[in-house]
């Protein structure tokens, strides 16, 4: 487990959710994915979830499944009625330059240094 | 050539109940006590953002009612597929959430056009969802799988040109 934090200053991310603070937030990894159903039935509570789709459904989805942050590869920005509702949930939303490859395994690196 | 018209449109049902739990569906199915609280809400034909909201509303209310999260989360994960199903693949429907001090009976019914081959929906991968629901990252042919592997019980009854009924229990203590 390490600190979002962390992970956030390895891929130079930038939190979209500015109300939402990194502070004690713990992960135990990441799941990678852009199908909605997919991450819902594997991905695990505590995880990241890495991926480039930002419409609303990712919040309900991040929701439902116990994901505390979403990191968005790419560079990819979501607009503010995601952000409105990902603060509204408490789902903290990260945009990194970096494509999904290397957002993976930097934080495969950090956890298993 | 009657009785095969009756057996066209016969409804298909499905259904799974976790093992070691039957008795318990049963009994609950058979004694039809009154919820402690009912939720209902509409679902709209493909409109992704309200789609979600019964969902949403349930695992509020879940939640302040001091449900495990690990449960919760078999909650949510179960209505809120069930509710894109209503969306993406009906003409519209609703969701009824049954509250019970012990278990969630939830009860999806649209307005058709129906299921086919409900066995064939049940296959994770096999999916009928059209374009615009897979540009919304639906559509991966897990939402069914999803839901049979959160719930206790499901019981599914529809037929091809009918209304689908979606039923869902889950209990809050294993």
Same mark, same amino acid.
């Given at each position: 487990?390490?600190?979002?934090?962390? =992970?956030?200053?390895?891929?130079?991310?930038?939190?979209?959710?500015?109300?939402?603070?990194? %502070?004690?937030?713990?992960?135990?990894?990441?799941?990678?994915?852009?199908?909605?159903?997919?991450?819902?039935?594997?991905?695990?509570?505590?995880?990241?979830?890495?991926?480039?789709?930002?419409?609303? !459904?990712?919040?309900?989805?991040?929701?439902?499944?116990?994901?505390?942050?979403?990191?968005?590869?790419?560079?990819?920005?979501?607009?503010?009625?995601?952000?409105?509702?990902?603060? %509204?949930?408490?789902?903290?939303?990260?945009?990194?330059?970096?494509?999904?490859?290397?957002? &993976?395994?930097?934080?495969?690196?950090?956890?298993?240094? | 050539?009657?009785?095969?018209?009756?057996?066209?449109?016969?409804?298909?049902?499905?259904?799974?109940? !976790?093992?070691?739990? %039957?008795?318990?569906?049963?009994?609950?199915? &058979?004694?039809?006590?009154?919820?402690?609280?009912?939720?209902?809400?509409?679902?709209?034909?493909?409109?992704? $953002?309200?789609?979600?909201?019964?969902?949403?509303?349930?695992? $509020?209310?879940?939640?302040?009612? *001091?449900?495990? +999260?690990?449960?919760?989360?078999?909650?949510?994960?179960?209505?809120? %597929?069930?509710?894109? !199903?209503?969306?993406?693949?009906?003409?519209?429907?609703?969701?009824?959430?049954?509250?019970?001090?012990?278990? #969630? =009976?939830?009860?999806?019914?649209? !307005? *058709?056009? *129906?299921?086919?081959?409900?066995?064939?929906?049940?296959?994770?991968?096999?999916?009928?969802?059209?374009?615009?629901?897979?540009?919304?990252?639906? *559509?991966?042919?897990?939402?069914?799988? $999803?839901?049979?592997? $959160?719930?206790?019980?499901?019981? #599914?009854?529809?037929?091809?040109? +009918?209304?689908?009924?979606?039923?869902?229990?889950?209990?809050?203590?294993?």
């Amino acid at each position: 487990m390490i600190n979002l934090s962390d =992970y956030v200053t390895a891929i130079k991310g930038i939190n979209c959710t500015s109300a939402l603070s990194l %502070e004690g937030v713990k992960i135990t990894g990441a799941y990678v994915c852009d199908m909605l159903s997919d991450v819902m039935g594997s991905a695990k509570p505590g995880q990241v979830w890495i991926t480039i789709m930002k419409h609303l !459904n990712i919040i309900a989805v991040a929701s439902m499944t116990g994901i505390p942050a979403i990191i968005f590869a790419k560079g990819n920005e979501p607009d503010t009625a995601v952000i409105e509702k990902a603060i %509204e949930e408490g789902i903290i939303l990260i945009s990194s330059k970096l494509p999904t490859f290397e957002l &993976a395994g930097k934080l495969y690196k950090l956890l298993n240094p | 050539m009657q009785d095969f018209v009756a057996a066209k449109f016969e409804m298909a049902e499905y259904w799974h109940i !976790n093992s070691g739990l %039957e008795e318990r569906v049963k009994e609950f199915l &058979a004694k039809k006590i009154e919820p402690d609280v009912v939720l209902q809400i509409d679902i709209p034909e493909k409109d992704f $953002n309200i789609a979600g909201r019964g969902s949403s509303e349930l695992k $509020n209310l879940l939640k302040r009612l *001091g449900v495990d +999260s690990d449960i919760l989360r078999r909650i949510a994960v179960a209505s809120y %597929e069930a509710e894109i !199903n209503v969306a993406a693949h009906s003409i519209g429907g609703k969701m009824i959430s049954n509250v019970y001090d012990d278990l #969630i =009976y939830m009860q999806f019914i649209d !307005n *058709g056009p *129906g299921i086919s081959d409900i066995e064939q929906a049940m296959i994770p991968g096999y999916s009928t969802a059209d374009d615009l629901v897979r540009e919304f990252g639906f *559509g991966a042919g897990l939402g069914l799988p $999803n839901i049979k592997k $959160n719930s206790d019980a499901l019981h #599914i009854e529809s037929a091809l040109g +009918s209304p689908t009924l979606v039923e869902i229990i889950i209990f809050f203590l294993k």
